[in-house]
């Protein structure tokens, strides 16, 4: 079946440092690949998302470039902030019609320090 | 952006009852809505995929007798969770889309259940 594998957390970053969270999946089709993020209280809102191999999507600083030779698709960012503390979930989902949810990861829990 | 809410966000129920979830689109009509369960630590795992007026589909494990869902209307889905067991314990988040395919999903905040 379909997967989707993160490192585990938390990451804890001072302000001002680069940020990478590794993402990696296993997909049956043709997948997009998709960044969600959720604060503390809140729902998951989409972050990014790109829907062919090669794409970056791109948010609020952060990227992603689509991987289809290593199946990854890596969130980073230059320079993280505290408010970028939150929790960040790599999904996929397969085109060409067939299951409609989110394949998940597990999620990364970033921790920000000023 | 497209709101949807979840009420209530947390209940405590004991052994055997039945709780009802509700998962409202506020701002947008939801042609499919989609029922996950997330467990401490783990990823988000897809229960069920409900389109308005149809019966719901359920993933492979899933007991559509125990989780019964209904899609009443465009901007209202309910998950019933029927004789409730401690196992049952979890985060139940909804998520609603607009259209077909990749069209962005939105999600609730989640609904915490407790069975005693």
């Known amino acids: 079946g379909d997967s989707v594998t993160q490192m585990e957390g938390p990451v804890t970053l001072s302000e001002e440092a680069f940020l990478t969270i590794n993402c990696t999946y296993t997909a049956t089709g043709y997948p997009s690949l998709f960044w969600y993020v959720q604060y503390p209280g809140e729902g998951l809102q989409l972050l990014l998302k790109?829907?062919?191999?090669?794409d970056k999507g791109s948010n609020k600083g952060f990227e992603a470039t689509y991987r289809k030779e290593t199946t990854s698709f890596h969130l980073e960012k230059g320079s993280v902030q505290v408010s970028d503390s939150a929790v960040y979930f790599c999904?996929?989902?397969?085109?060409?019609?067939?299951?409609?949810?989110?394949?998940f990861g597990k999620g990364t829990h970033l921790i920000i320090q000023p | 952006g497209a709101v949807v809410s979840q009420h209530p966000s947390w209940v405590i129920c004991k052994s055997g009852t039945s709780v009802k979830i509700e998962c409202r689109s506020l701002d947008f009509q939801a042609t499919t809505m989609f029922w996950y369960r997330q467990f401490p630590k783990q990823s988000l795992m897809l229960m069920a995929t409900?389109?308005?007026?149809?019966?719901?589909?359920?993933e492979q494990g899933v007991e559509k007798d125990k989780f019964l869902i209904n899609h009443a209307s465009l901007t209202l889905s309910t998950l019933t969770v029927t004789s409730a067991h401690p196992e049952d314990s979890s985060f139940y988040i909804c998520?609603?889309?607009?259209?077909?395919?990749?069209?962005?999903?939105?999600f609730g905040p989640g609904t915490r259940l407790t069975v005693l």
């Open positions: 409900s389109n308005e007026g149809s019966k719901a589909t359920y």
């Open positions: 999904a996929l989902i397969l085109q060409g019609g067939g299951a409609d949810g989110l394949t």
């Open positions: 790109a829907t062919k191999a090669d």
């Open positions: 998520s609603a889309r607009a259209g077909r395919g990749y069209n962005e999903q939105f």
